[in-house]
């Protein structure tokens, strides 16, 4: 079963950037098929796609913060990252990373999500 997990800061102040890993264990985010994605959560509003990574490297970021919005991996640890830079309150969200459901839309594997807030 395949298990994630997110880390890094639980406070950023605006303008720096934001920086989150996902450590997978009980499957390999190289492994055919497999893709990997970042979803955030804003107080009071519903689940926002940002990206995500595919099992070649390839990523996909939603329009409206692919310019700030950066993921990549570490195939060493098993493990993908976040990077979303010029950070503003607005970016203070629950973020979660999962695990693409194969031939079907949604996920079937979640982190618990980690809370970041955006505040001098």
């Known amino acids: 079963q395949v298990q994630l997990q997110e880390s890094g800061p639980g406070l950023v102040k605006p303008s720096q950037t934001l920086s989150l890993a996902c450590t997978v264990s009980?499957?390999?985010?190289?492994?055919?098929?497999?893709?990997w994605s970042w979803i955030r959560q804003p107080p009071g509003k519903g689940l926002e796609w940002m990206g995500g990574?595919?099992?070649?490297?390839?990523?996909h970021y939603t329009p409206s913060l692919k310019s700030r919005t950066s993921i990549s991996r570490d195939t060493s640890k098993n493990q993908f990252s976040l990077q979303l830079t010029s950070v503003t309150p607005e970016d203070t969200a629950v973020y979660y990373c999962?695990?693409?459901?194969?031939?079907?839309?949604?996920?079937?594997?979640w982190g618990q999500g980690t809370q970041v807030t955006v505040s001098s």
């Open positions: 990574i595919s099992d070649d490297a390839s990523t």
């Open positions: 009980g499957g390999s985010i190289t492994a055919n098929y497999y893709a």
């Open positions: 999962s695990k693409d459901r194969p031939g079907y839309g949604g996920m079937d594997y």
